[in-house]
């Protein structure tokens, strides 16, 4: 009979730690890199969609407020399917229900690609957008579960800054794309990356169910908020292109629907959102830092679009190009937001980048037909570092406090304000310039131009040559004027949202500014 020495079992034990260390570190990066390709593929979904906005609209003869809704139909299916998606991946197990969104998202992708109608396209972000839910909801849960504390905000950093990379690469990717097979081709593009996404996260996620992860379902609370939400939405885009008159149902029923949701979550003993999430004033602040900074942004993205590609008739690619001023810097301080956050208080860093970034969005503002050229990348590379400071910034403070049997829904609830500021926030920001494109061009052509109110919506989306052709070149100052002055209103809300957003992290985080430090 042989005897091992307890120095030899030791070493046989050590190396055998060594090993199950060295597979759950693998694990952990093969799970980050899921998060991040589908990270990177919803934040190029975002620009690059932006960027093939007027193409699609000389194709598929789309409205104003149809191409509002190939953006807002996205966000809006987010929100409404995001707090869904992360009760039940708290429920039911994160792994199937983010692989299962993956899957939706494609198969929305391809709809939208063979689209033949702006209704069949709209109709198909709709279901891009359920898919990309449950990506969203689960992302941050699924890192929050598989790395720890000491080194969570370094992952999520990671996953933050690919995402940025694909938000940067969207515009470029996209004119080359538009340029060379047409604007069918930026949704094709999800296919590669949600194949890959689905088959890392089939194979490195664990399938995890624990009696800690359940959660009851507030149904009745996600069919109030979802109605709601789509009612006031729905409101505010149609108001661009139908007499508000007609509007004041739809808003009455939304309003209605979203007080009886905050009622309910009062009296309900398994809210929507629970109760350690609305006790918690940094995350509530975080979550309308989200919804403030996603307006001014969304909004700045859908008008600059217009402004170089119809109004000044910039090809797709010239544009996407013209972003790298903006994009370049968001990620680079995307990358470091994270030592940022060491050095300075979370309230600071947020502070900061509302400033920069009013400040870029403000000068964006100032564009006429005839700006130079350096006060737009003044514009872009100002509101780029800003918005990449506030980003991880807001995501990690929101984050820290979250208990772990509510990190489906916390995730799930701060990407939800992320996408209603995208929705609700673009259609408000949309109406505002419409009803001041439509003001300024009735006083211009009173009593000069019948039908002035059907020019004006052609007039609101940049397409001042179209107008001219069929009413003479006579109003061309008119219709420039019409259309500069909704651009400065909307381009000013925006600017507007990020002060609102500022004055959130100052009083928000001014409580809890000890466990800052």
Not at 101 to 114: D, H, M, P, R, T
Not at 346 to 355: E, F, L, M, N
């Amino acid at each position: 009979m042989t005897l091992r020495h307890p120095a030899g079992q030791q070493t046989i034990f050590l190396h055998q730690k060594a090993e199950i260390a060295a597979d759950e570190t693998q694990r952990r990066r093969l799970t980050l890199f899921a998060m991040c390709v589908a990270a990177f593929m919803i934040q190029l979904d975002v620009t690059i969609v932006n960027v093939a906005l007027p193409t699609i609209q000389r194709s598929l003869a789309s409205t104003m407020g149809q191409l509002e809704w190939v953006i807002s139909g996205y966000a809006l299916s987010l929100a409404a399917c995001i707090p869904l998606a992360g009760a039940l991946g708290d429920r039911f197990g994160h792994k199937f229900f983010f692989i299962g969104g993956l899957i939706i998202f494609g198969i929305g992708s391809v709809g939208c690609a063979v689209a033949w109608t702006s209704a069949a396209l709209i109709i198909s972000r709709f279901v891009q957008g359920a898919g990309g839910a449950a990506m969203m909801a689960l992302s941050l849960a699924i890192l929050n579960r598989t790395y720890p504390a000491p080194i969570r905000s370094q992952a999520i950093g990671i996953w933050a800054a690919i995402g940025a990379i694909g938000f940067g690469a969207g515009p470029v990717v996209g004119g080359l794309l538009l340029g060379s097979f047409g604007w069918a081709s930026v949704f094709w593009v999800n296919l590669p990356f949600t194949v890959i996404a689905v088959t890392m996260a089939w194979i490195v996620i664990p399938y995890v169910r624990s009696s800690e992860t359940k959660r009851a379902l507030d149904a009745a609370g996600i069919i109030l908020a979802s109605v709601g939400l789509a009612c006031i939405t729905f409101s505010l885009i149609e108001s661009t292109t139908r007499p508000w008159q007609q509007m004041l149902a739809p808003a009455a029923i939304g309003l209605f629907s979203l007080v009886l949701f905050v009622t309910w979550q009062h009296y309900t003993t398994a809210p929507l959102i629970p109760k350690a999430l609305r006790r918690a004033g940094s995350f509530s602040g975080a979550c309308g830092i989200y919804f403030a900074s996603y307006t001014a942004f969304a909004g700045m993205l859908y008008y600059v679009t217009i402004f170089f590609q119809n109004f000044k008739d910039w090809s797709a690619f010239d544009t996407g190009l013209s972003w790298l001023f903006m994009n370049i810097p968001f990620i680079v301080m995307a990358q470091f937001a994270g030592h940022l956050d060491k050095r300075f208080t979370p309230r600071s860093v947020i502070a900061i980048g509302c400033v920069v970034a009013a400040i870029g969005i403000g000068l964006l503002a100032s564009l006429t037909g005839v700006t130079s050229f350096a006060v737009v990348v003044a514009g872009y590379i100002a509101a780029g570092a800003g918005c990449g400071a506030l980003v991880p910034s807001i995501t990690h403070v929101a984050m820290r406090d979250v208990p772990p049997n509510a990190a489906g829904a916390g995730s799930a609830l701060l990407n939800c304000s992320r996408q209603l500021g995208t929705a609700t926030g673009l259609a408000i920001i949309g109406a505002l310039g419409s009803a001041a494109t439509s003001k300024n061009w009735g006083a211009a052509t009173a009593g000069q131009l019948t039908h002035a109110a059907f020019y004006a919506k052609t007039v609101a989306t940049g397409r001042i040559a179209v107008v001219l052709q069929v009413i003479g070149a006579g109003f061309r100052e008119a219709a420039t004027s019409a259309f500069l002055c909704g651009y400065h209103v909307a381009l000013a809300a925006c600017v507007l949202c990020l002060l609102i957003a500022l004055l959130i992290a100052a009083t928000a985080f001014r409580a809890n500014s000890g466990a800052e430090n």
